[in-house]
């Protein structure tokens, strides 16, 4: 419990999250938030996609937390991106927020248009304080590769949909490698992999639940990754990881699993790189 990943710009993150995806409506977030923080969950993960950025603000505000205590992050919309529009709409998600910062500022998904001037504002408003670290999210080897040709720094992380059915082992390769810390999101696969007879098994052994195996297996391979739920019952049983570990056969067991299976969209590719290969 309470690990802390340090990144590559130096800042610290914890390794396990909270996410905020489809959490919505005040009450509901104030629930899960205070009940998140009194767990020990630290960080906090929404996006301006999400629509819930105002409300994420409000439950901080309203349980009194010390900014310092936890570790937020959003995300720039597609639509947002560009450089004057990337600064204009931070400016607006931390006035939703009701922070001077987030700790962590990720590109929501790549596209072609603004690739490179969006990922400027990113470098500019951390040195503005605007955020602590930037990354990206749903960004595939090539869409690195791309942004290393002229970024002045890199992303310090990688969010992407990674889960026993995903495991993306190359790209989790290549950006160990890179000093970029890779994240999960849909940790679970948004549930469709819970009823894996592989998991149950791994489960029944270890006297834990089918969830609670997977998020052993993110925190096992060195990721950060950001369960959610609305429920009590579930936000408690999954920070209940610590407790046990997986043999290096129950590992691979998992990894077995992968079946290339995306819960959301494909990553659009960055054609004007492809075209030099
Ligand atoms: P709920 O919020 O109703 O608990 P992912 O993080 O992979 O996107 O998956 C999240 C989904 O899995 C949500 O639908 C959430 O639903 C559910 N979930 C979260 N934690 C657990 C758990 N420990 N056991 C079963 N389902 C869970």
Partial sequence: ?????????????????????????????????SKAYEIGYRLFDTAQLYGNEQEVGNAFKQLAIPRDNIFVTTKVAEGNQGYEKAIESVKESLHKLQMDYVDLLLVHWPIERSFFDTWRAFEEMKKAGLTRSIGVSNYQMIHLQYLATQASEMPVVDQIELHPLLTQKPLLQFNRQHQIVTQAWSPLGRGAVLNESILKDIAVAHDKSTAQVILRWHLQNGVSFIPKSVHEERIAQNADIYDFELSAQEMAQIDSLNAYHRTGREPELVYEYNKQY
């Fill in 1 to 33: 419990k309470d690990n802390l990943l340090t990144l590559a710009d130096g800042n610290k993150m914890p390794q396990e999250g909270f996410g905020l995806y489809k959490v919505d409506g005040q009450e509901t977030m104030n629930q899960a938030v």
